[in-house]
């Protein structure tokens, strides 16, 4: 049995007045929605997006293809509820929102995404990018037209090819995680990862393993320390981080009996 530790933090930055970041921190599922389309509009759309994704917390599925598949459907239904509101109000028209959520189902974490708020992955003292920006500077990294470090300060970095509410259908990017214990896994929006580069992020999650402080306290404190890191580098946009560690839960000792062993033990 694996079990998750979870904490958020947003800050509005400061350069921003208002913050358009939204996140979701439940029992099963993690989310990090980024809005546009101005203010007022940009956080109705990350909020909205939110709605169908916290529905699924707590649900228990049959096997990873369920889970999978309720993962993307909710990404899908939050598409749906933003473009129905942008229609609906002309305040909200053109907004939109990056959403990227986790669900762990066992030991399991499935991930979907879409637009430029990032999953990572901290293994074994390897950091790793989980999920692929959907943005024209990583359109252009794939085409060998532009490197990493070229794209940290491409004026257009922040474009985005893809948003949650924006068309009335999306393309929604989904893996599945086999998780192992000691796992930590960061969800952030753009405000991070713009002024804070992978290096930075990596060494401050070194600091998970601090021993002898409650896990809930150090993924806590680990959520406060990433978004502190963006705003000492200016903070030019909205930050929001979810951090996730998972540990082993010792397991009850089985009965000794003939019969099949019980359900959820
Ligand atoms: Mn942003």
Same mark, same amino acid.
């Given at each position: 049995m694996m079990r998750v530790h979870a904490s958020g933090h947003t800050d509005v930055g400061q *350069? #921003?007045?208002?913050?358009e970041d939204a996140y979701h921190v439940g029992d099963s599922v993690f989310a990090v929605a980024d809005g546009m389309g101005g203010h007022l509009a940009g956080e109705v759309a990350s909020s909205t997006a939110l709605e169908p994704i916290s529905e699924l917390d707590g649900h228990v599925f049959s096997d990873a293809a369920e889970a999978r598949a309720a993962l993307r459907a909710a990404l899908l239904d939050a598409n749906k509820a933003v473009v129905t509101k942008a229609a609906d109000d002309p305040q909200f028209q053109g907004m939109g929102t990056t959403l990227t959520a986790v669900m762990v189902e066992g030991r399991r974490a499935h991930i979907a995404h879409v637009g430029d708020s990032r999953a990572y992955l901290f293994r074994d003292r390897t950091f790793s990018q989980l999920t692929t920006d959907h943005t024209l500077v990583q359109r252009m990294i794939d085409e060998g037209r532009l490197t990493r470090e070229e794209a940290a300060r491409h @004026?257009? #970095? !922040? *474009?985005?090819t893809r948003a949650i509410g924006v068309e009335p259908d999306v393309d929604v990017d989904a893996m599945s995680l086999d998780l192992v214990p000691g796992d930590v896994v960061v969800l952030c929006s753009d405000g991070l990862t713009g002024p804070v580069d992978d290096d930075a992020i990596a060494d401050l999650l070194e !600091? *998970?393993?601090? @021993?002898? *402080?409650e896990t809930d306290e150090r993924v806590a404190g680990t959520a406060r320390r990433l978004v502190e890191a963006a705003n000492d580098a200016g903070g030019p946009d909205n930050i929001t981080v979810v951090v996730l560690a998972f540990e082993e839960l010792p397991t009850a000792p089985s009965p000794k009996s003939a019969g099949p062993a019980p359900l959820g033990a």
């Open positions: *350069v #921003r007045e208002a913050n @004026p257009q #970095r !922040s *474009v985005i !600091s *998970v393993d601090t @021993p002898n *402080v």
